[in-house]
Structures are given as C-alpha cells and as structure tokens.
C-alpha cells in the first residue's frame, strides 16, 4: 500500500477514542453543571458588592453577604454531595 491508497488514521475505529469521547462528553457536562451552579451566586455577590461600595449604602453588602459567601458555601456542598467523581465505569 503507498501512502495515497492507505486507509486514514482518522477513518479507523478505534475503541478506546470512542470510549473516551463519551467519558469527555460526560466530564464535560459535570464541569458545565459545577459552572453554571457557582458563577451565578459569585456574580450577584459581586453585583450586590459593587452596589453597595457605587452608592454607600449599607443594604447592599447584607444582600452581597447572603447571595455571595453563603449561597457558594451550599453550591459547593450541593456539587460535592451529588458529584459522581468516582462514577461507576462501564466494566468491559
């Protein structure tokens, strides 16, 4: 076979790039999950905050403290409750 008849690299099947194309889409949907669970408290924290130092007043920072701090406190305990880290692996 010369190089122009050989068959791609990229057209053989191989298991192992298959399995690990699942496990990524996987991964990647856990990172999505612990992202989109922890930059929505930081975020308003970080809003309430700027708030309270723009205008100098006082109830921001109590709002700031509550969705900041506290809320990423419960994300974090929420994500690693129902975190699959170790998963269960298909046994083959």
């Known amino acids: 076979m ?3 008849t050989a068959p791609s690299p ?3 099947r191989h298991p192992r790039r298959v ?5 990524t889409s996987v991964e990647v949907a856990e990172e999505h999950r612990w992202v989109r ?5 930081f975020t308003a924290g970080a809003t309430f905050f700027a708030i309270a130092i723009a205008t100098g007043t006082g ?7 509550v969705l900041g701090p506290i809320a ?5 305990i929420y994500l ?3 975190c699959d880290a170790n998963g269960s692996t298909p046994q083959s």
């Open 80 to 82: 690693c409750i129902s």
């Open 19 to 23: 399995e690990a194309a699942r496990s």
């Open 59 to 65: 109830w921001p920072m109590g709002v700031a403290v």
């Open 2 to 4: 010369n190089a122009t």
């Open 37 to 41: 669970l922890l930059v929505v408290p």
């Open 10 to 12: 990229s057209l053989r």
């Open 72 to 76: 990423l406190i419960f994300a974090f």
